[in-house]
């Protein structure tokens, strides 16, 4: 059974542009959620999508956004770069099992933003 | 909103000792689950507790849950270097419905 895959591993990018990062979950998981981790601040939660509703979100601006399509596949972008957003985006998959809701990360993407 | 808290934020241990990683919600908790991190890693799933007070174990890991349900604890006896890593707790419930909440992590340094 493959594993949750995103899409690019690695980017760069300047000031003020824009990105869209890919989450692809593991097959018959609903529920994609995004995690942008940074050295000081951990593991922050970004929203979470179920059967394309965003169920959740975080305390981010709106600048980040997200989306999910039929296909359980979600993606998330980010608008008008700034420096601070240089982070590991984590995306998760999750289904529930006998009362456990076990969240499958994916290998992340690291986005420099320069 | 929810906070959850985890104390220490760094250890250092000497192999063969042990390693507790305590963990501190601001809201009661419906479930509690664990993850560890390695360098270069992602956040991989360790388990869940789910009852008021459980007590779990995993080999040399041991696992609590407290009986308020606002707290949890992580204790690993006699590290190995393959103990190394970021400990992360994570928990469901309060007002954040379905949002998984994690602490800021443990980072494990282990010395051989």
């Known amino acids: 059974k493959a594993g949750v895959t995103q899409t690019p591993r690695y980017l760069i990018k300047t000031r003020g542009q824009q990105v869209t990062l890919s989450c692809s979950p593991i097959?018959?998981?609903?529920?994609v959620s995004w995690y942008q981790q940074t050295p000081g601040q951990g593991l922050q939660f970004l929203f979470e999508?179920?059967?394309?509703?965003?169920?959740n979100k975080g305390n981010f601006p709106g600048r980040f956004s997200g989306r999910q399509f039929s296909n359980s596949r979600s993606e998330m972008n980010v608008s008008t770069l700034e420096l601070g957003d240089s982070a590991l985006y984590l995306c998760?998959?999750?289904?529930?099992?006998?009362?456990?809701?076990?969240?499958?990360f994916g290998q992340g993407t690291r986005l420099t933003v320069v | 909103g929810q906070q959850v808290m985890q104390i220490p934020q760094y250890q250092h241990v000497q192999e063969g000792e042990d390693f507790t990683t305590y963990c501190n919600s601001s809201?009661?908790?419906?479930?509690i689950q664990w993850y560890k991190q390695r360098p270069g890693g992602h956040p991989v799933f360790l388990i869940q507790?789910?009852?008021?007070?459980e007590v779990k174990k995993q080999k040399r890991l041991t696992f609590q849950f407290g009986e308020a349900k606002k707290n949890s604890s992580l204790h690993i006896t006699a590290t190995q270097t393959t103990d190394v890593g970021t400990y992360f707790c994570?928990?469901?419930?309060?007002?954040?419905?379905?949002?998984?909440?994690f602490g800021g992590g443990t980072r494990l340094m282990v010395k051989p």
């Open positions: 998760a998959s999750s289904i529930r099992t006998g009362g456990t809701t076990e969240a499958f």
């Open positions: 097959s018959g998981h609903r529920s």
């Open positions: 999508y179920f059967s394309e509703t965003q169920r």
């Open positions: 809201t009661t908790l419906s479930n």
């Open positions: 507790l789910v009852k008021s007070g």
């Open positions: 994570a928990g469901y419930g309060g007002n954040a419905g379905n949002m998984l909440t």
